[in-house]
């Protein structure tokens, strides 16, 4: 049986790919400190799962309408007006199964083949493979570290070409947790509204942000940049509900439609359960997040802390998400024991197998010469893991 064209160009998520090894060893028995995944390490709060439970009972087992429910898309519709000064309509919301489906359904509806779509570098390992899925062409601009990872408007517009159909971006950002300032989206904004260029805002870590700076969503910058936008979000990481499943959508009346006629071919609606749940999260007490924020917060202080005492890592200060991403390039061209590292993904390796530090490569987000550790994981594991890494790093010459 031969595979589509399309099939045999994917390439898995490196991130989950990790994960599943780092589990494997763990089963197995090994001591394995796990830095890979991006997921809290919080259980959903009480009274998120009361409602799924309370929604069980009364039966709320069936299906929903496709884009989600009335509820939950009100929800939504009220949380974008106070977190973000958006106003929508609830047929311009689009709940799916995650904020990765969300993506998903949103590059199928606005990308066809040969279209260009921006994606400034480092990106989330998925953004690159979903374009190529939508048959689109990925355009990709590498930010440099000095600018904090981010995209700058002679950056873009050096990136342009007439074929220019679309530009995702990432605020806060996976993997560097980078937070772009009101100022350099209106700055950008201004650029993309000239030329007439969509955009995807991922917006999913819009809650995990330190040190006062503040969430800004483009679309909340102009009506032009409203009606060029689709905003993605979700409950997983603001919530703790990795597994639940629900991300969502807002976006211009068509587009939505478009989603959500896509979508009735695909997953028809998301988890009836998971949206009574979201509904909770959205319009229930706020408490439960801004504790894992605080804690976020410590170990993010901590690990930056430590690992910034360790000779040859470079790292700046992420502000929003959950990880780090420093720059390891210093150890290149050098040897552990006999086996040459020659970029992050050599380190990575050798950090699983010698160190039992699971963690990934810069290369799953488009640069090798950085590795991505998350903090969503305990004080003590980070402790242990930093000290494994240190060790190890300490060997190579």
Known sequence: MNLAQRALGISPSPTLSIDAKAKKMIAQGLDVINFGVGEPDFDTPQHIKDAAMEAIQKGMTKYTAVAGTDQLKQAIVAKFK???????????????????????????????????????????????????????????????????????????????????????????????????????LAALGEVLVKHKIAIISDEIYEKLIYDGLEHVSIASLSPELKEQTVVINGVSKSYAMTGWRIGYAAAPAAVAKAMADLQSHSTSNPTSIAQAASVAALTGTQQPLQDMLREFNRRRDFMLERIRQIPGVQCRQPGGAFYLFPDV?????KSYRGRVVSSASDLADLLLEEARVALVPGIAFGDDRFIRLSYATSMEKIAQGLERIAALLDGIK
Not at 329 to 333: A, E, K, L
């Open 329 to 333: 390039s210093s150890y290149f061209g």
């Open 82 to 184: 106070q977190d973000n000064g958006l106003d929508y309509q609830p047929g311009q919301i689009v709940v799916s199964c995650g904020a990765k489906h969300s993506l998903y359904n949103a590059f199928q509806v606005l990308c066809q083949p040969g279209d260009e779509v921006i994606l400034p570098a480092p990106y989330w390992v998925s953004y690159l493979e979903q374009i190529k899925l939508a048959g689109a062409q990925p355009v990709i601009v590498n930010t440099r570290q000095e600018n904090d990872f981010k995209l700058t408007v002679a950056e873009l517009e050096a990136a342009i070409t007439p074929r220019t159909r679309l530009i995702i971006l990432n605020s806060p950002s996976n993997p560097t947790g980078s937070v772009y300032t009101r100022q350099e």
